[in-house]
Structures are given as structure tokens and as C-alpha cells.
Nanobody, 126 residues
């Protein structure tokens, strides 16, 4: 059974930091073969791309809205991907979901990911 389990969300104030984790298990093959992405969905809005990291960690991608504030990383030995978020803003409030896929599609595209977690809530108060 494939599981992507996010953790680390919470309620913080603007300017604070959070570190999200996504632990993977049950993926077909090795976690190290999977590109991993982070997406977010705010109430009443569509799911949007946040960041992604290639299977080996050598390439990363970011949405313009988070570039310079968020950092995606991974530990393949722990089958875990991270999202370090600093200088959080109220507009970062959303459910954050991680996703994974072994293919080499467009890492910014929702439909290019086959496996998804349930998400963790991040709320940033002003």
C-alpha cells in the first residue's frame, strides 16, 4: 500500500518558519527513483504547484511565489522529502500535499504525479 504522509504543518504568525516532511512507504520500486513535488490548495482555490525535486536531488523547481523563501530537499535513505518554509505570509495558508512519480514529466504539472499524500494544514496569521 502506497503511503505519502505529510507532517509539520501548524498555525504560525507571518514571518515565522515551518518545516514540512513527507514520508513515503510502499512505493513501487525505490523512493530514490521518484521525482517528488509539493503542492498546496487553499479554500476555494485550485491546487497549485509549490516546489519539486528530482529523484537524486540534483534539480529543484519552485513557484515564483515561494522562490527565495521555500527550500525543497530530500533524504533518500529515509524515503522522506522536506519543504523548509521561511518568512511565511498569510497567503501561504493552505493544505500542503506531497506527490511523487517515477516518470520524468513536467514536475510543475499536477497530472504528472501518480501518488499523493493527504496533506497537512499550514495556517499563517497576520
Amino acid at each position: 500500500q502506497v503511503q505519502l504522509v505529510e507532517s509539520g504543518g501548524g498555525l504560525v504568525q507571518a514571518g515565522d518558519s515551518l518545516r514540512l516532511s513527507c514520508a513515503a512507504s510502499g512505493l513501487p520500486g525505490s523512493f530514490s527513483a521518484y521525482d517528488m513535488g509539493w503542492f498546496r490548495q487553499a479554500p476555494g482555490k485550485e491546487r497549485e504547484f509549490v516546489a519539486a525535486i528530482s529523484w537524486g536531488g540534483g534539480s529543484t523547481w519552485y513557484a515564483d511565489s515561494v522562490k527565495g523563501r521555500f527550500t525543497v530537499s530530500r533524504d533518500n535513505d529515509k524515503s522522506t522529502v522536506y519543504l523548509q518554509m521561511v518568512r511565511l505570509k498569510p497567503e501561504d495558508t493552505a493544505v500542503y500535499l506531497c506527490a511523487g512519480d517515477p516518470a520524468r514529466g513536467n514536475r510543475r504539472i499536477i497530472h504528472d504525479y501518480n501518488y499523493w499524500g493527504q496533506g497537512t494544514q499550514v495556517t499563517v496569521s497576520s
